[in-house]
């Protein structure tokens, strides 16, 4: 340590209460950001950091995030309403879109303009919301398929079994486990098309761990899966960071974001509004807007008149609103008329 470093006595924090999923009980990572939690906030150790991203169809914005870090080791989930861009956002860090402008790097190597099959290679994989199992093939073919830098896949090298035989039995031995782990060894020889699609979300999870990755990115991996397969879910996602690698999904169920993510990172219209931890994120009223707009706890019916009642501050507010887009409204069509 230099000489011009002074140690300086640690503030006590509050104990937290650890999620709970089974019966294991898992802590919360605290401590990933330097300063006061904020947009763009610097973290201590992010795996991924984000400048200047945009992505524009025509003349919509789907995307603008000025600045971004992704905390490492650590369970961030990203969370707004439809049509916030959180999935595009995805698609581009992925490599699976171009954007527009900026920049992004993951583990200090920059990923602008590198397509996805390389960006997995890297070790970062992504699963979809709409799973991309394939029907028709057996779910140990589905996940042998995740299998990175396999020999046999080379046409001359797949004619000498002696080759690859030994990577393949390895392969196997690999998914297996994992089937194991995810409990759907029992469905190993079963058409991934039988599968329910809940089955399918832990598929997808459980292929995407053969090639060893250290930031896995889920895209609302509770939808459509049956609330007896969600705690089983919920494990999963929980045993990804303990295992050491770093997970950020996209989720629209508040509780799963409150009972796992150590992060939340909150967008709207393309642009990042907030973030911080969980309990902090979801008292923000940025975030109470994005989702039910600023003036959810307005009676509407006192501002119609429809319903006798006194204007408090809020209700003012919004009629000053209707007011002035009205007046631009009419504005704008006496403009078009002329």
């Given at each position: 340590?230099?000489?011009?470093?002074?140690?300086?006595?640690?503030?006590?924090?509050?104990?937290?209460?650890?999620?709970?999923?089974?019966?294991?009980?898992?802590?919360?990572?605290?401590?990933?950001?330097?300063?006061?939690?904020?947009?763009?906030?610097?973290?201590?150790?992010?795996?991924?950091?984000?400048?200047?991203?945009?992505?524009?169809?025509?003349?919509l914005t789907a995307v603008?995030?000025?600045?971004?870090?992704?905390?490492?080791?650590?369970i961030t989930a990203l969370?707004?309403?439809?049509?916030?861009?959180?999935?595009?956002?995805?698609?581009?860090?992925?490599?699976?879109?171009?954007?527009?402008?900026?920049?992004?790097?993951?583990?200090?190597?920059?990923?602008?303009?590198?397509?996805?099959?390389?960006?997995?290679?890297?070790?970062?994989?992504?699963?979809?919301?709409?799973?991309?199992?394939?029907?028709?093939?057996?779910?140990?073919?589905?996940?042998?398929?995740?299998?990175?830098?396999?020999?046999?896949?080379?046409?001359?090298?797949?004619?000498?079994?002696?080759?690859?035989?030994?990577?393949?039995?390895?392969?196997?031995?690999?998914?297996?486990?994992?089937?194991?782990?995810?409990?759907?060894?029992?469905?190993?020889?079963?058409?991934?098309?039988?599968?329910?699609?809940?089955?399918?979300?832990?598929?997808?999870?459980?292929?995407?761990?053969?090639?060893?990755?250290?930031?896995?990115?889920?895209?609302?991996?509770?939808?459509?899966?049956?609330?007896?397969?969600?705690?089983?879910?919920?494990?999963?996602?929980?045993?990804?960071?303990?295992?050491?690698?770093?997970?950020?999904?996209?989720?629209?169920?508040?509780?799963?974001?409150?009972?796992?993510?150590?992060?939340?990172?909150?967008?709207?219209?393309?642009?990042?509004?907030?973030?911080?931890?969980?309990?902090?994120?979801?008292?923000?009223?940025?975030?109470i807007d994005a989702y039910?707009?600023?003036?959810?706890?307005?009676?509407?019916?006192?501002?119609?008149?429809?319903?006798?009642?006194?204007?408090?501050?809020?209700?003012?507010?919004?009629?000053?609103?209707?007011?002035?887009?009205?007046?631009?409204?009419?504005?704008?069509?006496?403009?078009?008329?002329?």
């Amino acid at each position: 340590m230099s000489s011009d470093q002074t140690n300086t006595p640690e503030e006590p924090q509050a104990p937290q209460v650890p999620p709970v999923t089974g019966s294991v009980p898992r802590p919360k990572t605290s401590g990933l950001a330097k300063g006061e939690a904020v947009p763009g906030v610097a973290k201590v150790d992010p795996i991924m950091v984000i400048d200047g991203v945009t992505r524009r169809f025509g003349g919509l914005t789907a995307v603008d995030v000025e600045h971004l870090e992704i905390p490492r080791n650590a369970i961030t989930a990203l969370i707004g309403p439809n049509g916030a861009g959180k999935t595009t956002l995805f698609n581009l860090l992925c490599g699976f879109d171009k954007p527009n402008s900026g920049s992004w790097s993951y583990d200090g190597k920059n990923l602008a303009g590198i397509p996805a099959f390389k960006v997995a290679r890297m070790g970062q994989v992504r699963t979809f919301q709409l799973t991309k199992a394939l029907s028709l093939l057996t779910v140990l073919e589905n996940m042998k398929l995740g299998a990175p830098a396999q020999r046999g896949e080379k046409f001359w090298q797949a004619f000498v079994p002696a080759v690859w035989r030994s990577q393949e039995t390895a392969n196997e031995e690999k998914a297996r486990d994992l089937l194991k782990r995810f409990k759907l060894d029992a469905k190993e020889q079963d058409f991934a098309a039988s599968l329910s699609g809940g089955q399918r979300k832990l598929l997808e999870m459980a292929r995407a761990l053969m090639s060893d990755p250290n930031l896995v990115m889920l895209d609302e991996p509770m939808a459509g899966v049956n609330p007896a397969l969600t705690e089983s879910l919920l494990d999963h996602i929980l045993d990804l960071k303990e295992l050491g690698m770093t997970v950020l999904f996209v989720e629209h169920d508040m509780h799963m974001v409150r009972h796992i993510a150590d992060w939340v990172v909150v967008m709207a219209e393309g642009k990042v509004v907030a973030e911080g931890p969980p309990d902090a994120v979801m008292q923000n009223k940025a975030v109470i807007d994005a989702y039910l707009g600023s003036h959810q706890d307005v009676d509407l019916g006192v501002v119609t008149g429809r319903i006798a009642g006194e204007l408090d501050t809020s209700a003012v507010e919004l009629l000053e609103e209707i007011k002035e887009e009205e007046e631009a409204s009419i504005a704008e069509a006496e403009k078009e008329k002329k």
